[in-house]
């Protein structure tokens, strides 16, 4: 029988990546459990919604019920568990909905492990539990502790330490990753990436948090899901496996770069009030993945920007959906937001 694998929040970015991902280079089966809120989108599956070996389940990852019958309907040998509600600023706002689903929702995941024999179990975290670099600092390596300051990177250093406490306490075959910032194709535009490159195309102000001078590594979004494949079939249980682009950027000179690959004048950068508490560096050490795992960033982020650029000015269609009138009412209803054009076009991650 072939391998079959739970993607949780696989509508999502990293997730719809890396289903096509498997799909293209494995045998496997993949189910793709997702809830489908504001950031998970089906379009971004189109491609292989008609491939046999690809399955759709909508739920959510807290209903300990649904994820049993899913890990027994399907024969499931695996999960990599990449759904999580991720954006800073709506931590910032509102903490609950994180601790739900990050916390609570790997809760379920890593019992229902537990109780179904899963063979291995992949958590996809952040480099963001690592905290804040200064200038001179050397890049974070695993053994770098765990000190989260926004409570997005809380409610994923909470989930880790769930993780670890599985495996050392109840034998789960879990694996930890942890990857700096992604980007790449399919990216919910409320990320700094594509949303520069949304707002530059239609001239509109780009909001850049206080000085811009915050320095973020930048991972191609393919190359993650490389990372997370290589964890998943070599990477040692109990063990943490940092994936990084060795691509640090200031926001600023991101942005910069952006309007400078669609002949857009700098003029359109707006600088906005600051995130409170923005972390001032994320950098990630890749040693332990590439000599264990045998894994290496292939796409330099000049030729990544490239890329992304590109796929997001030939699918306008797909960043005008997105981008529409469920978008809003989904934070109105979930959040209490009133969403202008210019409030939505402020909210950034990076």
Same mark, same amino acid.
């Given at each position: ?14 997730? $719809? ?31 292989? @919604? ?5 399955? !759709? ?15 027994? %309907? ?9 759904? +999580?509600?991720?954006?800073?600023? /709506? ?8 601790? @739900? ?13 537990? +109780? ?30 765990? /000190? ?6 809380? $409610? ?31 990216? !919910? ?93 994320? +950098? ?7 000599? %264990? =795992? #045998? ?5 330099? !982020?000049?030729? #990544? ?7 997001? /000015?030939?699918? %306008? ?6 981008? $529409? ?12 937001? /009133? =969403? ?7 909210? %950034?991650?990076?």
């Amino acid at each position: 029988m072939s391998h079959t694998v739970i993607v949780t929040g696989g509508a999502g970015f990293i997730g $719809s990546n890396l289903v096509r991902w498997i799909l293209r280079w494995r045998d496997w089966h993949v189910v793709n459990l997702d809830a489908l809120t504001y950031a998970g989108n089906l379009d971004n599956l189109r491609q292989v @919604e008609q491939n046999p070996r690809y399955h !759709f389940v909508h739920g959510r990852i807290e209903d300990a019920r649904l994820v049993r019958q899913v890990i027994e %309907q399907y024969a499931v040998g695996g999960i990599i568990h990449c759904a +999580a509600e991720s954006h800073v600023d /709506r931590s910032i706002l509102s903490a609950e909905p994180f601790i @739900e689903t990050n916390v609570r929702g790997t809760l379920v995941l890593l019992e229902a492990a537990r +109780a179904c024999s899963i063979e291995r179990f992949v958590h996809v975290s952040t480099d963001e539990v690592y905290g804040s670099l200064e200038p001179e600092d050397p890049p974070f390596t695993e053994e770098s502790p765990l /000190r989260p300051n926004s409570p997005y990177a809380a $409610s994923k250093a909470a989930a880790d330490c769930l993780v670890r406490a599985f495996v050392h306490t109840y034998g789960v075959p879990a694996i930890i990753t942890r990857c700096s910032n992604n980007y790449g194709p399919y990216q !919910f535009p409320e990320k700094l990436i594509p949303l520069m490159i949304a707002n530059a195309l239609e001239e509109k102000p780009l909001p850049v948090y206080g000085d811009g001078q915050q320095v973020r590594d930048w991972i191609y979004v393919e190359d993650h899901c490389r990372g997370l494949i290589a964890a998943y079939e070599h990477g040692q249980v109990g063990e943490v496996y940092n994936f990084g682009g060795e691509s640090e950027r200031r926001n600023v000179d991101v942005v910069r770069a952006i309007l400078r690959l669609l002949g857009k004048p700098e003029s359109l950068i707006q600088h906005v009030a600051d995130r409170p508490g923005h972390d001032r560096r994320y +950098a990630i050490d890749c040693t332990k993945a590439r000599q %264990q =795992l #045998g894994w290496a960033p292939t796409v330099d !982020f000049d030729q #990544g920007l490239e890329r992304t650029i590109a796929w997001y /000015r030939n699918n %306008q269609a797909w960043v005008n959906a997105v981008r $529409s009138g469920e978008y809003r009412s989904y934070y109105r209803q979930q959040y209490g937001w /009133r =969403l202008s054009e210019s409030s939505q076009g402020s909210s %950034q991650e990076a």
